[in-house]
């Protein structure tokens, strides 16, 4: 027996604020942006509501926008017309690409703001695919060298760090390599180094038409490159081949169905830990949310505060400007 009343330390906001383990602020956050061609253009996204694809004149509004707001990293991806789309993903690594354009432009914009552009190939592959298709196969060494040509380009246009998303094999050490060798030695990488074959990214690919097409020659998910969400021990085996290779941040994807690998991380790694809260969490909190189900503003708090909790540093969510007005209230 003893006198422990574990309710003592929670009779009082004061007290509970005082015992707080976890603090979430805005410098936690990363929001990802979707740009468009045209002008004047501001789509919204019907399974992420209040999320909106950007032509380029609109998203300098938001950027500034975004950086009043406290919010200092955006992670960027473009939604790219059909006839850019090939199977060697050349369109990503055209210097006057929208993706380039939109890097300059946040920078010139706002030029203490992060920028984080994605690198893969699926928004500009013909299948969907974030690599080059040979005999049926996604191919990963043809793949890598794409992902580099388009990360030097990125670095060129004035990238902070480039996010390659893809989960081909060595990627993360052939961008390294071809950084230190083009002057680029400043540029850091967040490395998707745990990406789970996901449905909770269906939202995000329809956000960019990006989901892999209805085609019997080509694979019909992603399975062959992103893992199996049944495993824990390959996960940390990605995350440490990673960080060898030379990651800056590493992530891991989705956030709340894998919290437990987070918090397994978190043990084994020095480095920077990245949390995505994707696309298809955005959408189920949001939907519950606008039924009238859940209370929305508790649960985008109570949700990023759990990612933290589990080891986060960083936290790649949709909810990063609603999140920022709500903690600073
Ligand atoms: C593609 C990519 C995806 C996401 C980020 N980059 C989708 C996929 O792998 O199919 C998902 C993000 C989200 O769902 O919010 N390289």
């Not at 009082?12 to 383990?21: G, T, Y």
Request: aromatic share 8%; hydrophobic share 40%; net charge negative.
């Amino acid at each position: 027996m003893n006198f422990n009343r574990n309710r003592r330390l929670r009779t009082s906001q004061s007290v509970r604020d005082l015992v707080r383990e976890t603090t979430l602020t805005t410098n936690d956050f990363v929001l990802p942006i979707f740009v468009m061609e045209g002008s004047g253009k501001k789509e919204p996204i019907a399974s992420m509501p209040g999320v909106f694809r950007h032509s380029l004149d609109l998203l300098k509004e938001e950027i500034k926008d975004l950086y009043k707001h406290g919010i200092k990293a955006v992670n960027v991806y473009v939604k790219v017309s059909d006839n850019l789309k090939d199977n060697t993903g050349k369109e990503s690594w055209n210097p006057d690409g929208l993706m380039q354009a939109a890097i300059k432009l946040i920078k010139d914009t706002e030029p203490n703001m992060i920028v984080m552009p994605d690198v893969a190939l699926d928004p500009y592959s013909v299948y969907g695919h974030d690599g080059i298709i040979e005999k049926g196969e996604v191919i990963n060494d043809a793949t890598v060298d794409a992902l580099v040509r388009m990360s030097l380009s990125h670095a060129e246009a004035g990238a902070d760090f480039v996010a390659p998303s893809d989960m081909m094999d060595g990627r993360t050490f052939a961008i390294r390599q071809a950084f230190e060798e083009n002057g680029f030695t400043n540029i850091g990488i967040i490395s998707y180094a745990a990406k789970y074959a996901s449905a909770f990214y269906g939202p995000f690919r329809s956000a960019l038409d990006s989901a892999p097409v209805d085609n019997q020659e080509i694979p019909k998910d992603k399975k062959t490159y992103q893992m199996d969400f049944a495993n824990s021990r390959e996960a940390i085996r990605e995350v440490l081949d990673d960080v060898d290779e030379g990651a800056d941040i590493i992530m891991i994807k989705p956030g709340m169905p894998n919290l437990d690998i987070v918090a397994k991380v978190r043990e084994i790694i020095t480095q920077p830990i990245a949390v995505y809260q994707v696309s298809g969490e955005y959408a189920m909190l949001k939907a519950a949310s606008q039924n009238g189900w859940l209370d929305n503003d508790k649960v985008i708090l109570e949700s990023l505060h759990s990612i933290k909790r589990a080891g986060a540093d960083l936290i790649f969510t949709y909810f990063a400007k609603e999140a920022s007005l709500l903690l600073n209230k």
